[in-house]
């Protein structure tokens, strides 16, 4: 399964916004992020980790894709996930985020989940946005109000990469 992983994160490049970026914006095409995260438990309870490799491309300020493979481990259970999305301009300054994961023979990640988000430009610096995921578990499935995965979500300031 950490095969699976490696080569969705090897065939796919990606990119993320955490807030609109003006038109024109100077922009960094391609980005590789690393992460390793160590919850350390209380009690007899066995730590948590998890492993990110995210890869991401912007050919433009508001036109990106990206693609992230990421391992856990928690209650002695290790699973593999691989994440692929694209965020596409809509419309005058909103972008919209379309993402779909897989983790096959995931335990406590979901096993497939598609979802999306939009975020508008509202004046003054701030943005708004919203979006829904469904996430297909072992046991069952659900949908529910989601953020982002790469953060968006109402901001103010001025717009960043």
Do not use: C, K
């Amino acid at each position: 399964m950490i095969e699976f992983a490696l080569i969705v994160t090897a065939l796919t490049a990606a990119g993320s916004l955490d807030t609109i970026p003006e038109a024109g914006a100077t922009i960094t095409p391609f980005v590789v992020d690393a992460s390793y995260t160590r919850d350390r438990l209380s009690g007899d309870r066995e730590d948590w980790d998890e492993i990110r490799l995210r890869v991401s491309f912007a050919s433009t300020a508001r036109r990106s894709v990206f693609t992230e493979s990421r391992v856990i481990r928690r209650f002695g259970t290790t699973d593999v996930e691989g994440r692929a999305g694209i965020v596409l301009p809509v419309g005058t300054g909103s972008i919209l985020e379309v993402e779909a994961s897989a983790g096959p023979g995931a335990v406590i990640l979901p096993e497939w989940s598609l979802g999306g988000h939009i975020q508008m430009p509202v004046g003054a610096g701030w943005s708004i946005g919203g979006g829904a995921r469904h996430a297909s578990y072992r046991d069952g499935g659900a949908t529910v109000p989601a953020r982002s995965s790469n953060g968006t979500s109402a901001t103010s300031g001025p717009p960043t990469d």
